[in-house]
């Protein structure tokens, strides 16, 4: 039989993650720098509040799908595959009719009428991702992240290519629609085409539902209080802002957030399974948690500080000078992307240890830091007191995790101050790498 390119390629789960986060990276960045010349700041304002939407309704309902098959002792049976499955698709298509019932009167409170169209057609994108198949998480307990790495960058590839394509012909809001649908599609397509396992059948199972739905409570509660942290910008700056300044702003949060896919995905596939085992095992969770701090680790967290000390730079080369306000906000927010992977990891290692309510207590702590800020914003007048407030939003969190830890024994001084140090070397190299590239590039 002959070996396909993804069994030839000798990546470590870590590695695969890294390279595929920054071939990603580079793709969007370079289809950025291309539809900011092509569309108006008006787009990204309406593209900002219709995922926000799609955020929200996401989260309301939000069943914990990857956790619960992941974790499940049946998920290597197909027949209990098929009737989550069924359940998943059945969400997508419930999520679609919601969208497309609250598009006019969202569209009317935001006083933003070009937004009931688009919102309207870009729902279907819930009836595609209902479609995916759930064998890419089976494959996730066999350690298969090389796979999901190569999934993720094909969605980016086809979103990127597709949405160049369509801006430079439409020039409008629906190529962003078309190249999401189409990269909705591709990737459904892929998780079929890089997982082994064949498509599912439609198939009814009470005993499943009623298992699913007794797990999905616990998620419920983190992922609406997640739902409020996430998009809190969004709904306060959107109502706030002009539909100008605010896609500015959403052009800022979507650089800043472009390494917490590697955040996520390192937490998930690579710290989380490894305290797993270790406390399974009997062996030492500290030594399994504080191992995962590998070289990718450090490399993330000097990024990280580097984007808040160079924006002024990378808005600089991406953009033309329409777009230099977006720096102010992405060197704020980035202080958040910084803090994202430490975070996330410490979540998880909670609840490896069988604490998953770490994840509500969390998002309290971020939710009463947005509302003391949004107090505070209000008083003063000053919509910059309340982007500050979101761009801190991960230190209280990453506070009481390492307090956690502290609790219970595991934490690493030497490591947690290493950590820091390390983000702000990051931030003073970017700052010079900034000044320098003004001088350079004093006429671009």
Known sequence: MKENWLTRVRLSGSSALALSTIVTNAIRLVSTMCLTRLLSPS????????????????????IGLQ?????????????????????????????????????????SIMSKPQLFAPLVVSSLVFVIDGQVSLHQFRALRDGMVQRFAALDLVTGVSQTITGIILAFLLRNVWAIVGSMLIASSVRAWCTYALFPGGRHQFRRDREVAADLWSFSRVVAISSSLMLVVGQFDKLALGRILPLEKFGLYVLAASLASLPTAFAVNYGSTITYPAVAAAWREGRS????????????????????????GAADLVVRILYDRRYAPVAPYLSILAVSTALSLATVSVERLEVAKGRPRISVEMNIIRLTWLAV????????????VLVITIGSVQVPA??????????????????????????????????????????ILRHI
């Open 43 to 62: 787009v990204y304002g309406i593209v900002g509040i219709i995922l926000s939407i799609f955020y929200m309704v996401n989260m309301i309902t939000d």
């Open 67 to 107: 956790s619960y098959v992941v974790r499940h002792e049946r998920s290597d049976e197909p027949g209990f595959l098929d009737a989550v499955f069924s359940i998943h698709a059945v969400r997508g298509v419930f999520l679609a009719v919601i969208a497309t019932i609250l598009a006019w009167p969202i569209s």
């Open 373 to 384: 800020g949004a107090f505070l914003g209000l008083m003063s007048g000053n919509s910059m």
């Open 398 to 439: 990453y506070g009481y995790g390492v307090w956690r830890l502290a609790r219970t024994h595991l934490v690493s001084w030497s490591r947690e101050l290493s950590l820091v140090l390390v983000i702000v070397m990051g931030g003073a190299a970017g700052r010079i790498a900034s000044y320098v590239g003004e001088i």
């Open 285 to 308: 969770i500290a030594e399994a948690y504080y191992g995962c701090w590998r070289r990718f680790f450090y490399l993330y967290a000097f990024a990280g500080g580097g984007l808040i």
